[in-house]
Structure formats: C-alpha cells, structure tokens
C-alpha cells in the first residue's frame, strides 16, 4: 500500500517541477536572445498565473520570478492581496473594462493591455486619486482576428497620442497576442509588425520611452525574442497546463 503524499511532499514535487521547467525557459529565452545579438538579461519573463492557486506564485516567486500576469481581475485581486512582497510586479495582460479601473488602478503595477480610450480615461483618473502614474503597454491586433482584443495598427496612431496626454498612465510600449499556429515561425511577421510599429511611434511620440515590446507565448516566444521581444508571457510553459475555467 502506498504512503500518503503529506503536504511537504507536494510542495517539494511543485517546487522541482517549476525549477526545472524555468530552468527549461530561462535556456531558451538565453539561446534566442545570444541568436540575435542581445543579452537575456534584456528580456523579461512575466509568468501567467491564470488559474493557479497563489501557493504557484510563491514558489515560483523563491525560485528568482518577480514579474506575474493575470487575466482576470477578479481572480487576480485575491492574489495580489495574498502576496505582493516588495520587488514584485504584477501585471493585467487581460482586457481591461472600464468599470474595473478603480481596482486595476489599486492593484496592478503594470497594465499590458489597454485597448479602449474609455478604460484609458478612467484608469488614468483612478491612478491620480491614488497619487500613482502607471506603466501601460498599447495592445494591438496586429493579426486583425476578432476574437482577440487591441487597437488596429492603423488606428494606434491617434490611440497612443489620445493615451499619451494623460497625465497619471506612462505609456511604455506595445503588446500584442499571436494567432494560435502550429509553427511558430508563422508568427514572426506578426512580431515584426509591432516593432516596426514601435519604431514608428518613437519618431510619432517622442516624449515616450517606448522601450517595451510584449509579445511571445509559450508556443513561440523564442521568435518574438529574435524579433525584438523585451517581455514574453508565458503560462503553460512554466505551471504546466491549466484547469479549464
């Protein structure tokens, strides 16, 4: 008859499992950042923490993560109440929705995804009456595919000069989301398309860092870092598959 798993057990089996798989991750964002010239150190690993407990967090966290993603605001909020220990950032990579602003604004360090002038309003107003100015990335449907979210390339433009007035939200870079592909090389015109995008709104907007590009998943982020990626998001890769929700 088996032994019982006692709860030290899980924890150490959880824990050997996310080293080995950031071990795994942290390899091949090295070996694509050295195929292009840069160094890994100019890459940041959000890890997607969309469905998993916050004891996934921590671990990771231990084991040298300090940047985390979520998709839902709802789901995130008890988290970050849970474990928001000083150096760590978290990131909304999901839509953001205008009357979920005020809790974005108090929670998040980092918001990756704004898409709409209204939820950029609002935000930017929540965030002054919290005395903070926030990092935002502009999310653009490079690919144009309507189930995803993100302003049009041809509408960034006059998105990122409306975003770029207000005064509390820092607008950082780009973020866009990959078609679903089997070959990852598939995508590459996708990620190229935002950097060139970006290096247009360098000249556009110039009172702006743009210094960020996310982009890159689990099934391709190895491509996004030769095209110039400085954020890659990764879930699967580094908690294993997720419970459907």
Not at 63 to 71: H, I, K, M, Q
Not at 98 to 116: C, G, M, P, T, Y
Not at 176 to 190: C, F, G, I, K
Not at 210 to 227: F, K, N, P, R
Request: glycine content about 6%; overall charge neutral.
């Amino acid at each position: 008859m088996a032994e019982p798993l006692y709860a030290y057990d899980v924890e150490e089996q959880l824990q050997e499992r996310l080293a080995a798989n950031l071990a795994h991750v942290r390899h091949r964002i090295a070996e694509a950042a050295a195929r292009v010239g840069r160094q890994p150190e100019e890459i940041t690993l959000v890890a997607v923490s969309k469905t998993f407990p916050v004891e996934f967090v921590k671990v990771a966290y231990n084991l040298g993560v300090t940047d985390f993603g979520e998709n839902r605001v709802q789901e995130a909020l008890p988290k970050i109440a849970a474990f928001h220990p000083s150096g760590l950032r978290w990131h909304m990579v999901g839509r953001l929705q205008s009357n979920k602003a005020k809790k974005v604004a108090e929670a998040f360090d980092w918001i990756e995804s704004l898409e709409s002038w209204h939820s950029a309003q609002a935000l930017s107003r929540h965030a002054g009456a919290l005395g903070r100015r926030l990092p935002v990335l502009l999310e653009v449907n490079v690919a144009g595919e309507a189930s995803k979210g993100g302003v049009s390339p041809e509408a960034l433009p006059d998105f990122a000069r409306q975003v770029a007035a207000l005064p509390q939200l820092e607008v950082q870079g780009l973020m866009t989301v990959a078609p679903l592909v089997s070959n990852a090389e598939e995508v590459r015109p996708v990620f190229r398309t935002l950097r060139e995008l970006l290096e247009r709104l360098r000249s556009l907007l110039p009172q702006c860092p743009w210094q960020h590009l996310s982009m890159g998943m689990t099934d391709d982020y190895w491509v996004a870092i030769e095209e110039g990626a400085t954020i890659v998001r990764l879930g699967r890769a580094i908690f294993g598959e997720r419970s459907r929700q």
